[in-house]
DNA sequence: GTATATTAATTGATGCATCAATCATTGACC
DNA sequence: GGTCAATGATTGATGCATCAATTAATATAC
């Protein structure tokens, strides 16, 4: 029958759970979504990049991307210019205070996973690392 | 500075890529949301049970589980009705309709499952459910 | 050189989750 | 017994993600 009890779906479960607890208590403990620290991240380490290839790097949708940005570019944190050499294009870089902000955002997120992680030994990191590693290749097959 | 380039950063950046990966892969896969199926599986296990109960196990919010019952009730798949003891109460119930067709998901499900932990090998596998695990209990404390 | 195809970005429609507010029912206290 | 608090369920508002369609600019083919 279909008691689904092994442990395969156990671990699903888990999964299912762990990211259905942790996205919203993420958003509460640094403030900013984990979708838009990424996106931020990217800018950050970039200096400068179009649109398309930002949204390449953190895998979201074209219209997801385009709304962060118009609310980042809102409160001030990011700047667009249209490309000059190719008018479909728009570059996308932080603003001073963009740097700064995340900056803090970054050191909140640090603390945050710090907890999660909290009784894990190196070696265990590395271990559930290549695994995570693994699973997502299994998924990226499919 | 905060390069954010340790392993616990990889491990919180794997986890959210996978949830964001796993969750629209499992509904095409499978043809039902994982949220929803879970509701199904808690209602095939419990046979009958309050709308209350069903939303403390599967631990969704209260709204989201009224507009998942509902339409469930109008696919057909699951019953409700008012607790004659307290009218505030409502027990939910599958149909027979219900029971046969969460076969078909979980046997998807299972399938899905199995793709996702490919070459994991028993012992991995209770080592990743542990791991999960405690990830989960250090999530709750915050 | 003009029509067609391609690509980046945007907008609209939809689905799902949450929170807050409301409704209905029951229980408790005076 | 009547008022008030507590509880379950529902509805509305909002936010975020996706897909599909559209717009604008560029590249390609004839």
């Given at each position: 029958?279909?008691?689904?009890?092994?442990?395969?779906?156990?671990?699903?479960?888990?999964l299912?759970?762990?990211?259905?607890?942790?996205?919203?208590k993420?958003?509460?403990?640094?403030?900013?979504?984990?979708?838009?620290?990424?996106?931020?991240?990217?800018?950050?380490?970039?200096?400068?990049?179009?649109?398309?290839?930002?949204q390449?790097?953190?895998?979201?949708?074209?219209?997801?991307?385009?709304?962060?940005?118009?609310?980042?570019?809102?409160?001030?944190?990011?700047?667009?210019?249209?490309?000059?050499?190719?008018n479909?294009?728009?570059?996308?870089?932080?603003?001073?205070?963009?740097?700064?902000?995340?900056?803090?955002?970054?050191?909140?997120?640090?603390?945050?996973?710090?907890?999660?992680?909290?009784?894990?030994?190196?070696?265990?990191?590395?271990?559930?690392?290549?695994?995570?590693?693994?699973?997502?290749?299994?998924?990226?097959?499919?």
């Amino acid at each position: 029958m279909f008691k689904c009890s092994k442990e395969e779906e156990l671990i699903a479960a888990r999964l299912f759970e762990l990211s259905k607890q942790t996205m919203p208590k993420f958003e509460r403990c640094t403030g900013i979504s984990q979708s838009r620290l990424e996106i931020l991240r990217e800018l950050f380490e970039a200096e400068e990049i179009t649109q398309r290839e930002l949204q390449k790097k953190v895998n979201i949708d074209h219209a997801a991307v385009t709304r962060h940005l118009k609310q980042l570019e809102e409160k001030s944190m990011v700047i667009r210019r249209k490309s000059p050499e190719d008018n479909r294009f728009t570059y996308v870089s932080l603003t001073e205070e963009g740097k700064t902000k995340i900056a803090a955002y970054c050191e909140e997120k640090q603390r945050f996973i710090s907890k999660i992680l909290n009784g894990f030994s190196e070696l265990e990191r590395s271990t559930l690392l290549n695994m995570l590693t693994r699973i997502q290749e299994n998924i990226e097959k499919m």
